[in-house]
């Protein structure tokens, strides 16, 4: 089993940024590649960002390329995802989740083993 928790969500400004985190318990970090989804009100979770096992590789959807930023601490079983120039098309919940499948291209929700309860991240115009 792992455990995920996220935090760091909150009401922002439209342009403005926030840092998500997703702290890991159980087994072992490192051996799960991490993904950021989110939902926004009255449609699908989808995929958001992904990140292998080392950190060595990421992979965004297009709608938030060069816009958020996925990274990792092993050390601290942590995975975080960056957002910057936040819009109100942003608003939803912001889950992590973790796959032990090596690989980068996997943006399926059911390829994630594993799911934290997510974070609301609200941007106001």
């Known amino acids: 089993q792992v455990q995920l928790i996220e935090s760091g969500g909150g009401l922002v400004q439209a342009g403005g940024s926030l840092r998500l985190s997703c702290a890991a318990s159980?087994?072992?970090?490192?051996?799960?590649?991490m993904g950021w989804f989110r939902q926004a009100p009255g449609k699908e979770r989808e995929f958001v960002a992904r990140?292998?096992?080392?950190?060595?590789?990421?992979y965004y959807a297009d709608s938030v390329k060069g816009q958020f930023t996925i990274s990792r601490d092993n050390a601290k079983n942590t995975v975080y995802l960056q957002m910057n120039s936040l819009k109100p098309d942003d608003t939803a919940v912001y889950y992590c989740?973790?796959?032990?499948?090596?690989?980068?291209?996997?943006?399926?929700?059911?390829?994630?083993?594993?799911w934290g309860q997510g974070t609301q991240v609200t941007v106001s115009s």
């Open positions: 159980g087994r072992t970090f490192s051996n799960y590649a």
């Open positions: 990140i292998t096992q080392t950190g060595g590789s990421t």
């Open positions: 989740a973790a796959d032990r499948v090596y690989g980068l291209r996997r943006l399926k929700e059911s390829q994630y083993e594993y």
